[in-house]
């Protein structure tokens, strides 16, 4: 009997920058076959940016997409465009409320980058309008889908280190420079507080990627316990937005914390060659598995047992990569699981349902409240409007 042929996913970028094109519509691009996968696969069937089409048809020749796709200049065209089931957005995070808005508005299913939002209320809205007009909605958390992460939460589960009671994870970036001012413009999205600047929102959300996939996710769901909170933030004294920040995630309930890292003053990876250690560690009674970083793109793991002293497992992940393309980054795991969630039916996806969405953006939210981070209206605002500049790109 023939095999059926593949789900085809066709995709809407919303949006034309670095992660669009470098990353994630290059991953789309890819042969499934080169990471195993046969039931879906991706098809880009329009791409938009927020006021020139012509961006949007360079952006097409620069990831050398097949031709056919439909070119935009406003984001509300490509969320009435009829052939898109999904839009990617890709745009600053201080967008993404009014932009993943506007596409659950049109009756898009929806994969919008992390940090998801800039505040709580903004996630839950969101939240409630994809379930209310039973459309398919996931924050991108690409490290989630990963078979590394996969398989380290498949060994939490198996109690190969025993009851985690800790997990360490940093993911830091030096980018330090004489006279107390980090390698980034004021302009630039990493410290400029009308793009929801920072270390935490940028760089934090994979620190805390870890500790919620170990400490939270795998927590019986009939007993889930947000965390606790304690934060300690250091300020940009240029912009006002954090530039090193450590959190503590306690669970008490589950006799497990959490420490979360990271900087715009340090490297998690000092000299580019992993030397430093594993960027996350996760600790049980019984042993502790190490994660080597980058934590948004690991690699590599270790599992150590108590029992077994001076053994360490050591396992490589490495990415697929497609012949043709010479390409490979890893973010087409988490397209495949939107495929399948969409051709299934599914509104969530069970490795990071929208619940646990929100709880993430509660902690980022607590942590920004007690270091006195604070982010313009525009972008901070829960109510949705569709001529807000952040969705015509008009001032």
Known sequence: MA?????????????????????????????????????????????????????????????????????????????????????????????????AMLALQAGKNV????????????????????????????????????????????????????????????LSFNKDLPGGRVDFDDSHRMVNLDLAGGALLDLGIYSLTWLFQTLYHLQPEEDKEAPKVVAAVNKYEYTGADETTSMILQFP??????????????GTDVDGLNTGGPAIRIQGSGGEIQVTGPAFRPLQYKVIRKDEPGKVEVVD?????????????GMFWEADECARCVRDGKKESATLPWSESVVIMETMEEVLRQGDVKYPELITTDVFDPESPLNTGKR
Not at 85 to 95: E, K, L, M, Q
């Open 3 to 99: 095999s059926s042929a593949p789900f085809t996913l066709k995709w809407g970028i919303m949006a034309t920058g670095w992660i669009a094109e470098t990353v994630f519509v290059k991953d789309l691009l890819t042969n499934p076959a080169v990471r195993g996968v046969s039931d879906v696969r991706h098809q880009v069937v329009a791409v938009a940016s927020s006021t020139d089409a012509s961006r949007a048809a360079d952006f097409l020749k620069k990831v050398d997409a097949p031709a056919g796709a439909k070119t935009y200049g406003s984001y509300r065209e490509l969320v009435a465009d009829p052939d898109v089931d999904i839009v990617y957005v890709a745009t600053p995070h201080s967008h993404h409320f009014q932009n």
């Open 111 to 170: 994969l919008c980058e992390k940090a998801l939002t800039v505040t709580a209320s903004q996630a839950r809205k969101l939240v409630d309008t994809a379930r209310a007009k039973n459309l398919f909605f996931m924050e991108a958390v690409w490290t989630r889908y990963f078979p590394l992460s996969i398989k380290v939460r498949e060994l939490l589960q198996s109690g190969v280190i025993g009851p985690v009671y800790r997990v360490i994870a940093d």
């Open 253 to 266: 309930k589950h006799k497990s914390m959490g420490i979360g890292l990271t900087s715009l003053r340090v």
């Open 317 to 329: 992940c490495p990415i697929p990569e497609d012949p043709e393309r010479k390409w490979g980054h």
